[in-house]
């Protein structure tokens, strides 16, 4: 089974502080997702990268900025973390059938 | 963006009860897929449809694509406990287009 790794399940941090979201996944999987999961609006993608060092603009890029060095892994970057970035964040990756996601990142800004 | 429109937004039924829930669009779609999230995990894929008026089964539950390529259907029957979550559609226009999302259905299951 295809497993995508989100390196940590609840983060804490600082209005201001520049904030890494971490993805790995095994699978070879050339697309890669980021997205981002508040309550009544569903999945809102963010950034996704169809290979190495190549990235487009989701839905909502305002004040995320995304890496993707490697084929495997795919970061997610908050410049300045907001209070208004206070989220569920989930990253996938996947092929024409279907997307296997992680398990998320509950992201608190205080 | 594009936009699906997925109802109802919640439901609240009893164990053993059947469940139904659609999602639609202005647009035509290609592939439609349903997924769960469990609370706190990331969401699952449950079924892909791939043709249009396609009916696949997986277990309890049964989803359909729409003839008009424009909408689709997710039932579950006989619900248990362990069928609680949050229910997506997604679809994609293309074979190379990136999945779009539905709101998500919320289902509570009342032992």
Known sequence: ?110 | GQQLNQSPQSMFIQEGEDVSMNCTSSSIFNTWLWYKQDPGEGPVLLIALYKAGELTSNGRLTAQFGITRKDSFLNISASIPSDVGIYFCAGRTSNTGKLIFGQGTTLQVKP
């Open chain 1, 1 to 110: 089974d295809v497993k995508v790794t989100q390196s940590s399940r609840y983060l804490v941090k600082r209005t201001g502080e520049k904030v890494f979201l971490e993805c790995v996944q095994d699978m070879d999987h050339e697309n890669m997702f980021w997205y981002r999961q508040d309550p009544g609006l569903g999945l809102r993608l963010i950034y996704f990268s169809y290979d190495v060092k190549m990235k487009e603009k989701g839905d909502i890029p305002e004040g995320y900025s995304v890496s993707r060095e490697k084929k495997e892994r795919f970061s997610l970057i908050l410049e300045s973390a907001s209070t208004n970035q206070t989220s569920m964040y989930l990253c996938a990756s996947g092929l024409t059938y279907g997307y296997t996601f992680g398990s998320g990142t509950r992201l608190t800004v205080v």
